[in-house]
């Protein structure tokens, strides 16, 4: 399996604040590699989809970008409706697909 | 705008059977890939397996022997089973569209507790 590696654990951030998350892969994975943002008691949400794909009404703050083994999500203006957890995830070489273990992101 | 809803018990005994059923709502479910995916309390997710409106499915390895997913199209749902639960197995079970590897639907989860 492809092991995904996510960097922080947790961040602390304030609102206006940039903030960069980063998941490296085990090997090469192209562009196949997408971002969610998870909310407590919620489903997680399709944020960025190949690496750096804009999903369809999702705020243009978030971006994604990379190639083969290192990615990384960036939000350029935190709001406070950002502060939850984000995942990366896999899906070049399945099964199975596989995600990072999450970057809590916390209100300073 | 699609919609999916999981149903099922949400407490099984060890040992038993789980069984979810998802029902997919404002589209049809004869396209696409539907998967099963679960996140422990406070952990992370898991994808457990997809299935292919087709009836193809594929399978986590590490569950595989436990696992089988199957769909009725004529009730426009999917099902999950996985058998001999133990505690390890609790967790909030979603139901997923599945574009090939990117999940774009989700349910709203349930949670399924393993106990006795």
């Known amino acids: 399996d492809i092991q995904m590696t996510q960097s922080p654990s947790s961040l602390s951030a304030s609102v206006g604040d940039r903030v960069t998350i980063t998941c490296r892969a085990s090997?090469?994975?192209?562009?196949?590699l997408n971002w969610y943002q998870q909310k407590p008691g919620k489903a997680p949400k399709l944020l960025i989809y190949?690496?750096?794909s804009l999903q369809s009404g999702v705020p243009s703050r978030f971006s994604g970008s990379g190639s083969g083994t290192d990615f990384t999500l960036t939000i350029s203006s935190l709001q406070p409706e950002d502060f939850a957890t984000y995942y990366c995830?896999?899906?070049?070489?399945?099964?199975?697909?596989?995600f990072g273990q999450g970057t809590r992101l916390e209100i300073k | 705008q699609v919609q999916l809803q999981e149903s099922g018990p949400g407490l099984v005994k060890p040992s038993e059977t789980l069984s979810l059923t998802c029902t997919v709502s404002g589209g049809s479910i004869s396209s696409y890939y539907w998967s099963w995916i679960r996140q422990p309390p406070g952990k992370g997710l898991e994808w457990i397996g997809y299935?292919?409106?087709?009836?193809?499915?594929n399978y986590n390895p590490s569950l595989k022997r436990r696992v089988t997913i199957s769909v009725d199209t004529s009730k426009n749902q999917f099902s999950l089973k996985l058998i001999s639960v133990t505690a390890a197995d609790t967790a909030v079970y979603y139901c997923v569209r599945d574009l090939g590897g990117t999940i774009d639907y989700w349910g709203q989860g349930t949670l399924v507790t393993v106990s006795s």
């Open positions: 995830q896999q899906s070049y070489s399945t099964p199975p697909i596989t």
């Open positions: 090997q090469s994975i192209t562009n196949y």
């Open positions: 299935i292919y409106y087709s009836g193809s499915t």
């Open positions: 190949a690496a750096s």
